[in-house]
Structure formats: structure tokens, C-alpha cells
């Protein structure tokens, strides 16, 4: 059997680490704290709604939430079904808990991502220097977690885009963390795409260190979304948050000419499914490829799915359609698990057993999705790739 490679796994945050890693003067000038429901509002809801339930926490930064869209009733809803993954929850907040919920699922190493500290880095209304703090705050609390079994536990290091000139020195802390692997948005930050210019040191430096980028959304990013501009419910939303943002992101890479100057770069597209890339391929291939070549001459080379096949990876969900489609354009060695443990909207699609799950692979082909794919992606053997010079990493294009 393959040694099972969840390639997306979280933690959840215990809310104290953040005064303890934080720095203290940012962390005492924009608090992350919780908000506890009230008996008042309990009341009230009862009164009002005939509605006995009490709240889960609110995760704040200042006097922000950090969620977008998350009124009364999102909570309510929210608290109606906070028993189901409540024991799970509380598991990934320890490194020792864990384990022992990858034990129980056959996983053997896990790339760990955050749940609530990409809220925070990414939030819109922070400035630059509060939200480096708080990255840094949480990759130092993460390194301490994975460190307890580094080997299983594999970190993945946030980064914060409100700065590009920061950007570099984040991927050169990454590497010292031993780290082969960082997460950033696929959303604009702050009015910047991810092809944005400013951007362009960023990218180098990552070719340069061999660190594989993950794309990881999720609703409720306070923020610009897809979606954002014209929904307001938590279905809506949720619905176009992963697979719409994915799609634009490798476009905003295609388009920008990423791609074709850093070959060696690798993308990870989780929790989006994978079904909408033969799809989105075809029609960048065959209608908007060839419609004004003297447009993308410059950027973009070869067909849009030589590039996706060739640097890009995603995750797939366990009885989602067209995996045969997906494995005919890209290759089933592009093909990540990840579990997306333990939040709630994914426990139920737990892969148990793979060949009843993943029905139009073969054996060879889950068994590089459990295992090799992830190698591929997430490794870390040395590139040959000429090292930047000094001006270079320290260009910024505004």
C-alpha cells in the first residue's frame, strides 16, 4: 500500500499563541482575540427567534472580524452543526493530537497549512507592518509545532504580500526553516494580482530555492474575492471561493509571462477540485491562445496546457467527476490528496477506501496520488538554476 501523503492538512490556532509570538507593541496596537457570545444575545435570539443555541467564538484582529460575511446568521448556522467536527478541531491544535489523527487515517506526512493566520495576513485593513508581524508570529509557532515530528509534519510557510519588498527576505526565512513549500492566496491583495510587476523578485527567488507554491483560498477572506461584489450568502460564496480563484490565478500567472520566465517554478491548486481544468484548458487553448497572437507572443509561448502540465499540480476530492477527463490533459502524475482536515465542509468526503472513492483510477494512479505526486511537487532537489544577483532580488517594479 502507498504511504498515504496528505498535501493538505491544517492546524487550528489556539488563540494564546498569539500574544506569545507576536511582537508585542504590534500585537498590543491590533489584538487577535476572541469574541464570546453574550448571555444578553442568547436571550435575545430566543426572544427573537425561538432560537436557544449559543455562539462559537469570533476570531477579531482590532476591532475587525477576521471574516468577511460572517453576520448572526452564518453563526447560527455555524453553531448548529459545531458538535460534528468539534473533537477533530481541537485535535490540530497540537502537534500530539495530530499525529495521532493521521495515524488513524494511514497518513504518514502531512503538508501543514494554517486556518485562521492567512485571515489575518491577508486582511485589508492592516497595514504592511502588522501584517509581516503576524506572519512571522505564525511561521515561528508553526516551526515549533512541526518540530515536534518534523518528518511528519511538514510546514508550510505563510507569506504576506502587502509588502513586495518584503517578499524576498519571507522566502529566504522559509528556506531556513528547512521548509520546501509556502501558501499564498489566489486572490488580489491589496489591488495586486499575483502577476502583478512588483511581484517579478519574488517569483526568482522562489525558482532559485526550489520552494513549491500553494494556492489554498477559502470564503470569508476580508478581502476582494470572486464573488464578493455580488453575493452576500455563505452558499454563494463558498461556491465560488476555490475553483473560480484557482482558475483566475493561473491565468493571472499565464498572462503575466510567470510561467514562461521561471519554468522551474511548481503550483499546487488545493481544495478546488480538479474538474474544471480540462475545461478551463480547452477554451485557453483553442479560443483565447490563437485569437490575437501578437498579444501574448511576448508572455505566453506554447499552448496554456504545455505550461499547466508542465509546473502545476492540484488536489482532487474524493468521488469528484472527470477524473478520466482531468488524467487525458494533464497526466494522473499531476494529481494531489489532501484531506482538508479538519474543517468541516470536508470531513464527510473522506477517502477511507481510495479504489471505491477515486472509481475512475487505476490502482497505479492512486497509488502516485497517495505518494509520488506529492514527492514531485513538494521535494526538494537541488535545481540548476542561476542564482539571482543582489540588484536583482531587490528590484522592485512599481
Known amino acids: 500500500m502507498a504511504k498515504i501523503i496528505d498535501c493538505d492538512r491544517h492546524v487550528i490556532e489556539p488563540i494564546d499563541m498569539w500574544a506569545e509570538y507576536t511582537e508585542k507593541k504590534v500585537f498590543e496596537n491590533t489584538p487577535v482575540k476572541l469574541l464570546l457570545d453574550s448571555e444578553e444575545k442568547r436571550l435575545n435570539r430566543i426572544k427573537n427567534l425561538k432560537l436557544d443555541v449559543s455562539l462559537p467564538p469570533i476570531y477579531t484582529l482590532g476591532d475587525s472580524s477576521i471574516l468577511g460575511n460572517w453576520g ?209 484548458l480547452w477554451r485557453l487553448d483553442n479560443i483565447c491562445y490563437p485569437e490575437f497572437p501578437s498579444l501574448v507572443k511576448d508572455n505566453i509561448k506554447m499552448l496554456p496546457s504545455e505550461y499547466f502540465k508542465r509546473q502545476c499540480w492540484v488536489a482532487i476530492e474524493p468521488g469528484e467527476p472527470c477524473l478520466r477527463q482531468v488524467i487525458d490533459v494533464i497526466g494522473h502524475e499531476k494529481l494531489l490528496y489532501g484531506s482538508d482536515y479538519p474543517h468541516p465542509d470536508h470531513l464527510h468526503l473522506s477517502a477511507g477506501d481510495f479504489t471505491k472513492q477515486f472509481t475512475d483510477l487505476t490502482e497505479t494512479e492512486i497509488h502516485c496520488l497517495l505518494e509520488h505526486n506529492a514527492k514531485s511537487c513538494f521535494g526538494t532537489k537541488e535545481l540548476d538554476i542561476k542564482k539571482p544577483t543582489e540588484s536583482e532580488l531587490l528590484e522592485v517594479t512599481l
Open 72 to 280: 448572526e446568521t452564518e453563526q447560527i448556522a455555524s453553531a448548529l452543526i459545531n458538535g460534528e467536527s468539534k473533537e477533530e478541531r481541537k485535535k490540530a491544535t497540537n502537534p500530539v493530537d495530530q499525529i495521532v489523527s493521521m495515524d488513524e487515517a494511514n497518513i504518514v506526512t502531512a503538508k501543514i497549512f494554517p486556518t485562521f493566520a492567512g485571515y489575518i495576513t491577508n486582511h485589508k485593513a492592516i497595514d504592511a507592518k502588522t501584517s509581516l508581524a503576524y506572519t512571522k508570529a505564525y511561521n515561528r509557532w508553526l516551526s515549533d509545532y512541526c518540530n515536534y515530528d518534523s518528518v511528519r509534519l511538514n510546514g508550510v510557510g505563510l507569506i504576506s504580500r502587502h509588502d513586495s519588498a518584503s517578499l524576498v527576505s519571507q522566502v529566504e526565512n522559509v528556506v531556513k526553516r528547512g521548509w520546501s513549500a509556502i501558501t499564498i492566496r489566489p486572490e488580489p491583495i491589496l489591488g495586486k494580482t499575483l502577476g502583478d510587476p512588483s511581484y517579478k523578485p519574488f517569483w526568482q527567488a522562489c525558482e532559485y530555492h526550489n520552494l513549491a507554491i500553494a494556492f489554498h483560498g477559502g470564503t470569508h477572506l476580508q478581502g476582494s474575492s470572486v464573488g464578493i461584489d455580488r453575493f452576500s450568502s455563505r452558499f454563494a460564496l463558498h461556491s465560488c471561493a476555490h475553483p473560480m480563484e484557482a482558475q483566475l490565478a493561473f491565468v493571472s500567472l499565464l498572462a503575466a509571462g510567470v510561467l514562461e520566465r521561471h519554468p522551474k517554478l511548481k503550483f499546487a491548486f488545493l481544495e478546488a477540485g480538479a474538474s474544471w481544468v480540462p475545461h478551463w
